[in-house]
């Protein structure tokens, strides 16, 4: 039996059935802006290397997983914030990259080795993460039967650092067994061992499909509809009053906690001709809204039609708004495939002044 199947035996006698991976009630304090930006990650990637699938009988890395494999939420750091842990396989190529995202009033790309694990030849490439309440790691490490140091990272602000780090393989020829640079005996290197993990869950993701590892594949859907259950809610149909250059809009809007949301392109609409015009454009590559100021808005068919009469479901848009280049954050939703805004975020960040009369319902804008 080789060390790694006798530390795994170790490991499973004391773990603790605790769900700390991708459970719900683990990362309740998750924000819907945080949660939208994850979607928006998992989104990016899968667009850019595919859904996961098994490489083909004939390609060079058969049997691998490939396109985007892995998406679990941790909390490193214990804050009850998760970070977002993501894998893909790169088709054609003989490997598979891992990446770490936190959010804090926009999302970090932590610096964690872009490359998924090797710990042996028996299970390669791989993602290893020890759990417990308050407290996770990632394991790195490549190869360690030939002497490789593996660390065992965490969480420390914004940034990944070492927690913990060990060697037990050959170096030059000679057995080297050390634990924090520290030279161990072997039951001394099995005892630190156990004693950093103690009462932490081991969870390993094998990307070969005949791995010994579980299937990373099987985390992606439990992530995504945690994080939708975070960003989708109930819109009230709605109509918004506003007065613009003297003529007065009613368009069409939604109410959702208590505020109203116009969808982007009614407000271009509306705002086309006046000296504050601008033009709308998707780049679906980059998945960024547009916004050029002093251009005139081109209609694509849709604006300004009858308002709602039924609820719908909203859902926090990921996408970056970028206003003549500068980007901006307001909070948006995607309500049948449109951005919808509040108009006073809109106006503001046109530089509007908003006036409202109660009596009318009515919002009057002009440059300030």
Known sequence: ??????????????????ALLCGASAHAALTPEAAAAYQGVINDLAGEYGSAR????????????????????????GDGTPELYCAYGIPNENRVCQVLYAYNNGLIRLDIPEAVSNFGTDVSPSTRLFTSVGKAYLVDGQEVMNGNEVRYLTKQ???????????????????????????????????????????????????????????????????????????????APATAHVSIGGKRYDIAAYTIRGNNYLKLRDFAAAMSGTATQFAVDWDVETRKIRIATGQRYVRTGGELDGSPTEEAEAERSAAALLLDGKALSPTAYIIEQNHYYRLRDLAEALDLAVDWEPHSKTATLTPR
Do not use: K
């Open 157 to 235: 602000g914004d940034r990944m650092a070492s927690a913990f780090t060990y060697v037990n393989g050959l170096q030059n020829g000679q057995q080297v067994r050390r634990v924090n640079n520290q030279t161990m005996t072997p039951d001394g290197l099995t005892r630190a061992l156990n004693t950093f993990t103690l009462n932490m869950r081991m969870t390993e993701y094998s990307y070969w499909s005949n791995g010994d590892g579980e299937d990373p594949t099987a985390t992606i859907q439990p992530t995504l509809r945690e994080l939708r259950a975070l960003t989708v809610t109930q819109a």
């Open 54 to 77: 098994t490489a083909p009988s004939g390609s060079p890395v058969e049997g691998m997983h490939i396109g985007l494999t892995c998406a679990c939420l941790v909390d490193f750091d």
């Open 1 to 18: 039996m080789n060390f790694r199947t006798i530390f795994r035996a170790a490991l499973c006698a004391m773990a603790v059935s605790v």
